[in-house]
């Protein structure tokens, strides 16, 4: 079946280090996103890439960092310089539609606390 | 600039019927809306772009008002699988396809 695999789930963090979040599609899609979700304040966008080798920052980039080697591909590290990372993160996809965003498929998400 | 989501809670009956709106301070091109239950992805529920129809299936519908820039999504004769966090995700008028802006959502209870 087709669709969004993060990972991992669950991840603890000392502070200091850097982690790597994975996120693979098998959907085709050109565009991807990274969000990260806070309680009570909704879904705020980190990076997106609209195709191969191209990103670009969303509304809160500080102390992320991604890369869009392959298609299939947007890992998202969080950097030591992330003053508060822990948060709960979503990586979707979508096929742009019409000028709009279209459709957002996103992964089951990845929970990192910090400790 | 987030969307204005309201209201942020409500706890209905099942069967009642609800309305969740949204509004932006920005020309709007687009609408989104997604539903999203406890510890799960957020799951889409339609798009509304500018200039289009009113949207809906079976008992949940949207409608975008383009000058006011805002957005309502109704839940007729609600059942207890509606119940869920809906969050209406933004684009902005000549902004492209680069993500969504997201409201801080509805928390929406059913209770039988």
């Known amino acids: 079946d087709g669709g969004i695999t993060q990972s991992p789930k669950y991840l603890f963090r000392k502070e200091g280090q850097n982690v790597t979040l994975s996120c693979e599609q098998n959907?085709?899609?050109?565009?991807m996103y990274w969000y990260r979700q806070d309680p009570g304040q909704g879904l705020r966008l980190i990076y997106y890439s609209q195709i191969v080798n191209d990103f670009q920052k969303g509304d809160i980039a500080e102390g992320y960092s991604v890369s869009r080697e392959k298609k299939e591909s947007f890992p998202l590290t969080v950097t030591s310089a992330q003053k508060n990372p822990t948060a709960f993160y979503l990586c979707?996809?979508?096929?742009?539609?019409?000028?709009?965003?279209?459709?957002?498929?996103f992964g089951e998400g990845s929970r990192l606390t910090v400790l | 600039q987030q969307p204005v989501q309201s209201p942020q809670a409500v706890i209905l009956r099942e069967g009642e019927d609800a309305v969740i709106n949204c509004s932006s301070s920005k020309a709007l091109y687009s609408v989104h809306w997604y539903r999203q239950k406890h510890g799960e992805a957020p799951v889409f529920l339609m798009i509304l772009l500018k200039g289009g129809e009113q949207k809906g299936h079976e008992k949940i519908s949207a409608s975008f008002n383009e000058k006011k820039q805002q957005s309502s999504l109704y839940l007729t004769a609600s059942q207890l699988s509606y119940s869920g966090t809906y969050f209406c995700?933004?684009?902005?008028?000549?902004?492209?396809?680069?993500?969504?802006?997201f409201g801080k959502g509805t928390h929406l209870i059913i209770q039988p």
């Open positions: 959907l085709n899609h050109d565009a």
């Open positions: 979707a996809s979508s096929i742009p539609l019409g000028g709009s965003t279209g459709e957002l498929f």
């Open positions: 995700g933004t684009e902005w008028a000549g902004g492209g396809a680069d993500g969504l802006t």
